[in-house]
């Protein structure tokens, strides 16, 4: 008997009484067409999401579509835009940007970008999708909310393959890096916005992963967007060592699942090579994950692989890629941390930031104690806020932790 399930555009072929056994078919990528104008979609039209057939000619970060929402104190909009695969081919991404309610000053808006901690791999899993949608309980779309300025313009993409199509490449550094840089790109062309050329970058968690990626890719794939700074918090960047500790730490045993997935998503010798490790439980966990984000209470108990990932090829290697901070950026780094987060451990951001002063680059690492993992985020949005500010400003002068 054989059981087909489907993970977004992720198809695994198992049989049952041979757990693990699985191949997958590689998505064929969508037909692109003639360049078209930006679209304005009604609030609350749910045709956003549809994916272009054919997706538009055009370049990475030309804005496809966007639409208002609602929101009390600013202005708020659902950006769809073009991007490219890891493969490279032409995909489409969502994302959210929010500006304030006011003119903007001379010279234009500055531009956040902000990456989010990980969220699942169902499009409802998107924060873009669900910050207005109260039945889904997702922390994503509050982290959104948090970032908000009457200073500057913030754009939070949901990540490839979340509200767009495909599977969503959790903690690859390519993808999640052009996918912020053309979110920026893509808020720029908002009609309704002027946003300035002075580009700053934050991330949390998986976001911090992505902040830096976008921070090492941005010379060569959005030149014209120059980042200022990057401030990060509790940043995922120790790929391998978060899929070793999250094995044993309570609440965080489907972490490895979901690196293996955002990691097989990429290629079809990944993919093959998770279904020879796939358990029956991670292959039900995977099923459940189509209707529920990361967070949710699935009664779904492991094992969920039946190898250390760190041992299988091509995750080893793949893991180790996609290890960031080994480039040095042009702006500075500001690294928070909590001493007491039992998600990602305080170790992986020492270990970041001896990476970074390897490079060359001028970082700063704040431990902080007693702070949990989700408390973090608070710190984030306020002293790292106010870093980024000060270094755009040119009132603070950015410090090293290094040597």
Known sequence: MIIRRRLGGLVLLGACALPGAAIAAAPTSPETATPALPQEFASGDPAFYEVPNPIPAGEHGDLVRWQVVASSFTNRYRIMYLSETVAGAPTVVTGLVEAPDDLAPFGGWRLLLYGHSATGFGDHCAPSSAIDDPSVDLDGADEFERFGSDSWVVVSTDYEGLGGPGIHPLLVGVSAGRSMLDAGRAARQLPTLYVGPTTLVAGFEEGGHAALWAGELAPAWTPEQSIVATAVAAPATEVAALATSA??????????????????????????????????????????????????????????????????????????????GSVATAGPVLIIHGDADARVPVEHSAALLARLCAAGQVAERRVLAGTTHGSVLSDLSSSGVDWLTGVADGTATPVSSCG
């Open 247 to 324: 094995a044993s730490q309570p609440g965080s045993e489907y972490l490895p699942l979901a690196i293996a997935t955002g990691l097989a998503s990429t290629g079809p010798e990944a993919l093959v090579a998770l279904g020879t490790i796939l358990t029956p439980a991670g292959s039900e966990l995977l099923s459940q994950w189509d209707g529920a984000c990361f967070g949710a209470d699935l009664t779904v108990p492991g094992p969920y692989l039946s190898a250390d990932l760190t041992t299988v090829e091509p995750f080893a290697s793949s893991m180790a890629e996609n290890t960031a």
